[in-house]
């Protein structure tokens, strides 16, 4: 489980029992100062004090002023829910934080993120002038590596998010899939399967970065190799809400292969086609014949109706005289 999923967790599960942390706070009282500090409000102005003035105060625990931190520039995540955010900075109102977030420092009074973009965020919109942090050592390669990690062990982290996580992992920190796979406890197959989805056409990514679509379904379109057909399948897919089942029968049973004529096999004879003059001059003679208005309808394959028309039951009565053999 990823610190920020546990850290949420943990948030949300004392916010839900308002005596909780002060409960904690009792038990942790005899543990020491570095479990102690995890709590809200056992941060005071000597730990406030030491990260403000220390050059480099390496895993250490205390607040920070938010505006003394800057965004993580590595950050995976584009898209944080407006609506969780917000419930969550009002949590934050009643309950504090209650796990520390993660920074590395750049200066005096000056550190980056490395995780917990979310409780900063909401505490920004709490209101909240400092916030606990836990200071660590990390350098520009170690800060990608570690946000990307991260955030690729959330759950709710959509599946083109992981992808160009797991690219990033391997372009910008030179890890082969194999240690890649190790680092992110998920084996080679699995990697790999990720990032054939970002192969597919931008609109397709949309759509399973939305969840338009599920990650079945994109596994059973990246089988066809036309972008086209995967788009047009795509489509369907929307339009008819087609199951993952489905596509794969559909692919399954050729869909997007072309098909290579088989010259042994015989191929039905085209049907004679009946001139327009020949079609009229017969509707004549059989409306002369019974006396009503025939018409004669062609089809497919030779096949085709013949529509006679009567104006009352004595005139169908009579029409059907004629029709029955002498």
Do not use: W
């Not at 759950?155 to 690219?167: D, F, M, P, R």
């Amino acid at each position: 489980m990823s610190v920020e999923k546990n850290n949420d967790k943990i948030q949300a599960a004392l916010n839900a029992n308002p005596g909780a942390a002060s409960v904690a706070k009792r038990r942790l009282g005899g543990l020491g100062r570095g479990l102690n500090a995890l709590i809200e409000g056992s941060y005071d102005k000597p730990s406030e004090h030491l990260l403000a003035s220390t050059p480099n105060p390496v895993s250490s625990v205390g607040l920070i002023p938010v505006g003394h931190i800057e965004a993580n520039p590595y950050q995976p995540r584009t898209h944080f829910d407006q609506e969780s955010l917000a419930e969550l900075a009002d949590s934050i109102k009643i309950q504090g934080i209650i796990q520390p977030v993660t920074v590395r420092q750049l200066g005096t009074n000056s550190y980056q993120l490395i995780s917990g973009e979310r409780r900063l965020q909401a505490s920004k919109l709490a209101g909240l002038d400092t916030i606990p942090a836990y200071v660590r050592k990390a350098d520009d390669q170690q800060m990608l590596e570690m946000a990307l990690i991260e955030n690729i062990q959330r759950e709710n982290l959509n599946a083109i998010e992981i992808a160009l996580s797991y690219q990033r992992l391997l372009s910008e920190c030179s890890l082969r899939q194999e240690d890649l796979g190790e680092r992110v406890g998920k084996n080679r197959s699995t990697v790999t399967n990720y990032l054939r989805l970002l192969k597919l056409p931008p609109s397709i990514q949309i759509g399973l970065r939305d969840s338009v679509i599920g990650m079945g379904h994109a596994r059973a379109l990246i089988t066809i190799e036309d972008p086209q057909l995967q788009v047009d399948l795509y489509r369907r897919i929307v339009a008819e809400d087609l199951s993952v089942r489905r596509i794969e029968e559909l692919v399954r049973n050729g869909y997007g292969r072309a098909e290579a004529p088989n010259s042994a096999s015989p191929q039905p004879a085209a049907a004679p086609v009946v001139p327009v003059a020949e079609l009229r001059r017969t509707e004549r003679q059989l409306t002369d014949h019974f006396g009503s208005k025939v018409q004669l309808r062609p089809g497919a394959q030779g096949r085709g109706e013949i529509k006679i028309s009567f104006d009352s039951v004595e005139d169908m009565q009579r029409i059907l005289h004629i029709l029955q053999p002498a």
